[in-house]
């Protein structure tokens, strides 16, 4: 049986061994397989994959390859609007929320503090890949094979592997900059903070802290208490340096 051609274009390449990107590439099709088990076969995750084009011709991701086809493989479009075109997965998120791997802890609370609804915990893969498809959250993991699970339709794999480039990486990705909204969400427990009187945060914090503060605002769940302290200007300033990478 003849084998495939597949091109992968802009940063689907980031996953592909050096020496294989940003050319045509050769797959011997020795069984039949959809299109989707073989863009995976590179390592390349289908939620990052926003059209494919096989033989001049949009298809979706349960189309069969057949020996001489060529596949054209590419990214998901921030700058321009191809709907007119088949997408290969469901509608873009626009409320984006956000649901994170074991090891992304860090990056959970940073997303938090700038007000992204970002749910994390122990839980395992395939919790993951449920709690992304039910709540429609997009799953944010430096595991490709999680990625690939068949359930998930919205993910993304972070190159970075530091906690502050990653939210830098995950700000221009989903183009959040104006979406910010700082210290509107515990960081502890994810949800939206509420406003309360100096009076009634009195007897929640410190003596001290009601005497020099007069903001306060208080988690629903959790109950705590969080105001403007030495360190919200120093945080207020990195936020503005993240915004702007």
Not at 23 to 36: D, G
Not at 70 to 78: D, G, K, N, Q, W
Not at 95 to 120: E, K, S
Not at 195 to 201: G, L, N, P, Q
Request: overall charge neutral.
């Amino acid at each position: 049986m003849d084998g495939v051609t597949v091109r992968f274009y802009a940063e689907l390449n980031d996953h592909l061994p050096r020496e294989d990107r940003y050319r045509a590439l050769e797959r011997p099709l020795t069984i039949p397989r959809s299109v989707k088990d073989l863009i995976e076969s590179f390592g390349v995750p289908h939620t990052e994959v926003e059209l494919i084009v096989v033989n001049g011709e949009s298809v979706g991701f349960d189309r069969h390859v057949n020996g001489g086809d060529r596949v054209a493989v590419y990214p998901v479009f921030e700058a321009f609007d191809i709907a007119a075109e088949l997408r290969v997965r469901g509608e873009p998120l626009r409320d984006p929320r956000f649901v994170l791997d074991i090891h992304l802890g860090r990056l959970a609370g940073y997303l938090r503090m700038l007000g992204f609804d970002a749910a994390y915990g122990a839980i395992d893969d395939a919790e993951l890949a449920r709690v992304s498809a039910a709540e429609h959250r997009i799953l944010l993991s430096r595991d490709r094979g999680l990625l690939m699970h068949g359930q998930v339709t919205h993910g993304y794999w972070l190159r970075e592997t530091e906690s502050r480039r990653q939210l830098a990486e995950v700000i221009a990705r989903f183009d959040l900059a104006r979406r910010i909204e700082p210290f509107t969400r515990c960081m502890a427990c994810n949800r939206r903070l509420r406003e309360i009187a100096r009076e009634e945060a009195a007897v929640l914090v410190p003596p001290r802290i009601a005497e020099l503060y007069t903001e306060f605002r208080e988690c629903p769940g959790c109950a705590r208490v969080y105001w403007k302290g030495s360190h919200y200007a120093r945080m207020k300033r990195w936020i503005g340096q993240v915004a702007g990478e």
